[in-house]
């Protein structure tokens, strides 16, 4: 059997490819807010029903959190050789802020471009609703095409990837046998550029915290107090100000223990990618790369670590004024891994940071949401290999082995619970507004995709 | 007619006068958050009904904001020698944080402590709702025993006290000829202890403004930019940390120009009082004065410029934890002001601050929210030395002249735009929580500030 018939009839079932992504879009599994829980075991459901009808054993495992769906084809008794793992999260980040977006979040839209190109417009469209959708609708043309799919497969879907995954490690402890396969695919990732597709063979990994300063016991009237009162939102500020110097250059003793330079071949080869600081910041309506003063803007966001302040807040927010000495400030805080940075170890030199610097009066609480470490693909892995082939065969063109800034926890964890290499293959692109209003995918992306993944899956059996 | 049997009726009504208050204190007066529009002119028509009632000439005036309670007794154009303006606020703070309320903040309670004192539990319990019914009912009880008032009153409530004031300015120009009067009384200052009634001669001024920075144009996901896009929380933390020098001085250029010392005499006066900075202190939870290095908590808070966070917010700040980068960050900011220290000047001296440490791809935007410069009142003025006399009489205790920390913007504008002075007399204790949760007025307040007011209504006639 040729993948030629397997992708004609992708081509030609794309619509209902869409419409099935736009079922899964309308449901708005927002993990990291409680409101949403019965919308992430909605989105579970849907998942487990579509591959249950293409053939899969599958079914919604709960968890202490949000359920996973976990989903085998054939059954895991038999011909397990040569299966492979594909990883998707079917979780979303919330939509705020709301106003921004030029259409509902969970109403998916089809967007012409004046040069006639479509996106799909959605939260989640492209982290990771619209991806992990690109694999499910690649075994449903196998299926339908030849009766079932060319090498066994276990899809696993979380829905607590965008709340740091702290079901995740326990599930896979749990599972090990049921989860183990020859390798795994992740494809949350994105493509060099519209044109060319890409690898990801790094990743940074990430520490996410929560800082919480207090001083007095109660909000205080600045009339009355201001002036003797000790003030938490002066002491975050500063704190969170002491973070880096003029240079960019984080300042918590210890931080850049285990950062490698790039190696010069590897720097040699990103400086000849088409690669403008220009023109990756100017999409954000920025310039001048602010980080490490020496640095890339690429090598800032693929190789370096960082601290970066998420979130803060401390007194009053709302409309007008009110002159409040808060009692408390509270800062959420992350730092990007690279290397052989020890997550443990930042997390306590963080603290130990902070701690050094509170004065009189005040206190301080710490609140983990995750933390996991960097980690990198060898070179020489046959999956590796394989996508490469596959990729080079859909897009036409050399297929590009780049570092990724953002972290995939899971990569990580199947590293070190289940010993498998992951194949880090996605179609997002830089302008996706992945985290932010107006999210999108392009609808070449989504049709590629699948085509990519097909082509994959064929090669896998030879 | 001696005070005696209008002290008497006090007494006797006191019941009925603490309904009243009740009736107000239902009203959430907030005006600085547009939801409470209609409440704040419930308020107003409220104490215009109540004025009504008493035999005031009494109308509820529209400003561009919340509306202003005007109240003659006996009307504008009938005797005017010897007329007091009083003044007060019927709007009140925000209430948030909620959850740390022990009732509810618009149902007011009675609330007996061990020691069989009474306290009076509500948002505007003592911020001003309690003080200016103090006035109110020294009014009633004159002309309920009497059959009038013994001088020319006329009351002035308006509704933007926690907002800035922005309407009171063109109001009193537009109404100078019928608010203009022999001198200015105000009750929404305290008393020194609970046995010792004070009056305010100095006040600090206030300036407030909100300053917002922008990076990016779009919320940004930190594993795709981190390290290379601007983040406004990081510029906004810098910012606001730059504000102080490590010894707790304004670091703002020309920030202390006009700033005079404290004469030795009145420091002399202040070591001689009862304060204690860690008893100050201590009431909410800290021990050590946070500002200027080389100064008093009383210095701090009377006689030295502030400036101070009230509030700060960027990026995600809702449950969990989102890896954004956000656009924006934004911080409310005031001054509090002594001496001659020009609010314009200041204004415009932040600004230039803020600028000043911009980075590369930022900009700022910024909001006023009012200004008013510091004021003190002559040791030699008549009503202060009235006002003496009748607190002296009420509480048998020799009343003192304190400085304070927080800025009353109509005292101000009495003195520029009618040229009177304002006495400050109110009963207020440190403790009372304004502005935080749990705000309450004491009973005693309630009910020896309503003799005391009635004293000074005798007192003002001979």
């Known amino acids: 059997m040729s993948v030629d018939a397997v992708l004609a009839r992708i081509d030609q079932d794309l619509d209902k490819s869409l419409e099935r992504l736009f079922e899964l879009l309308r449901i708005p599994s927002i993990s990291t807010d409680p409101a949403y829980r019965d919308s992430c075991r909605a989105a579970a459901d849907w998942l487990a029903a579509e591959l249950t009808g293409l053939g899969f054993d599958a079914s919604v495992r709960p968890t202490d959190g949000q359920p996973m769906v976990v989903a085998h084809y054939p059954s895991r008794d038999t011909a397990n050789d040569g299966r492979v793992l594909f990883y998707g999260h079917y979780d979303v980040q919330p939509v705020d802020p709301l106003e921004l977006w030029n259409t509902q979040p969970f109403e998916p839209a089809i967007v012409t471009r004046d040069d006639g190109s479509k996106m799909i417009v959605a939260r989640g469209a492209a982290d990771d609703k619209g991806q992990l959708m690109t694999f499910v609708e690649a075994a449903r043309a196998w299926v339908a095409e030849t009766g079932g799919l060319p090498v066994p497969v276990t899809i696993l879907f979380e829905g607590e990837e965008e709340s740091g995954s702290p079901s995740l490690a326990p599930f896979l402890n749990a599972h090990m046998d049921e989860l183990k396969a020859d390798a795994a695919f992740v494809c949350d990732t994105g493509m060099w550029d519209r044109q060319t597709p890409a690898i990801s063979t790094s990743l940074r990994g990430l520490v996410t915290g929560e800082l919480t300063i207090t001083a007095a016991d109660k909000d205080l009237h600045s009339g009355l107090f201001g002036g003797a009162a000790r003030n938490p939102n002066h002491v975050l500020a500063k ?72 979130g803060m807040i401390g007194g009053y927010t709302g409309a007008g004024f009110k002159t409040v000495i808060p009692a408390q400030a509270s800062a959420k805080v992350s730092f990007r891994l690279v290397g052989s940075q020890d997550p443990a170890k930042i997390v306590d030199a963080f603290h130990a940071f902070v701690r050094e610097r509170l004065p009189a009066d005040c206190s301080v609480s710490f609140t983990s949401h995750g933390a996991s470490p960097a980690l990198s693909i060898p070179a020489d892995s046959p999956v590796l290999q394989k996508g490469r082939e596959a990729l080079r065969a859909e897009w036409d063109v050399e297929p590009l082995m780049i570092g990724m800034g953002g972290s995939i926890p899971i990569v990580g964890a199947f590293r070190d619970k289940l010993g498998m290499d992951t194949l880090l293959m996605g179609f997002g692109l830089d302008d996706d507004r992945i985290h932010s209003p107006n999210e999108k995918y392009e609808k070449t992306s989504f049709h590629k995709g699948i085509r990519s993944w097909a082509r994959m899956l064929g090669l896998l059996a030879n």
Chains 1, 2 share one sequence.
Request: charged share 30%.
């Open 239 to 310: 704190i969170l100000s002491d973070l880096h110097d003029d240079q960019g250059r984080v300042q918590i003793p210890g931080f850049y223990d285990g950062v490698p330079e790039v190696p010069a071949e590897v720097k040699a080869a990103w400086d000849a990618l088409d690669f403008s600081d220009e023109e990756f910041l100017g999409q954000v309506g920025l310039k001048k790369p602010a980080g490490e003063a020496d640095r890339s803007a690429l090598e800032q966001i693929w190789a370096r670590p960082t601290a970066e302040v998420n």
